[in-house]
């Protein structure tokens, strides 16, 4: 079964950076999406970023991270990450890694395509 790992979470104070990553197990093939979401006490999980499997790379991110994260992979080690910069409180959220097998960039911000799922980590960003 495949199984995604995320580490690098923490409580950071606003303006701060953190890196997050996610180790995908053998199963989970390098070449699938991957992308990150977040969700907060009482919201709905929401779509952070993505990225495609091929060489091509292509990058997707939600409008509330863009210029501030950058999403990236490292297919030999079948890992991706996360770099989150001038973090702000309303950052604060539990960050979920996912990995899709066939999933068109523009369905890259929709939850229900992606098969597997980490068992996430928590980001706090204090004011």
């Known amino acids: 079964q495949g199984r995604l790992v995320e580490s690098g979470g923490g409580s950071v104070q606003a303006g701060d950076s953190l890196r997050l990553s996610c180790a995908a197990s053998?199963?989970?093939?390098?070449?699938?999406?991957k992308a990150w979401f977040r969700q907060s006490p009482g919201k709905e999980r929401e779509f952070v970023a993505a990225i495609s499997g091929d060489d091509s790379r292509l990058t997707v991110y939600d409008d509330s991270v863009k210029g501030r994260f950058t999403i990236s992979r490292d297919n030999a080690q079948n890992m991706v990450y996360l770099q989150m910069s001038r973090l702000k409180p309303e950052d604060t959220a539990v960050y979920y890694c996912?990995?899709?097998?066939?999933?068109?960039?523009?369905?890259?911000?929709?939850?229900?395509?992606?098969?597997?799922w980490g068992q996430g980590i928590q980001v706090t960003v204090s004011d």
């Open positions: 053998e199963r989970i093939l390098s070449a699938y999406v």
């Open positions: 996912a990995a899709g097998a066939t999933i068109t960039p523009t369905a890259f911000d929709e939850w229900p395509w992606y098969d597997y």
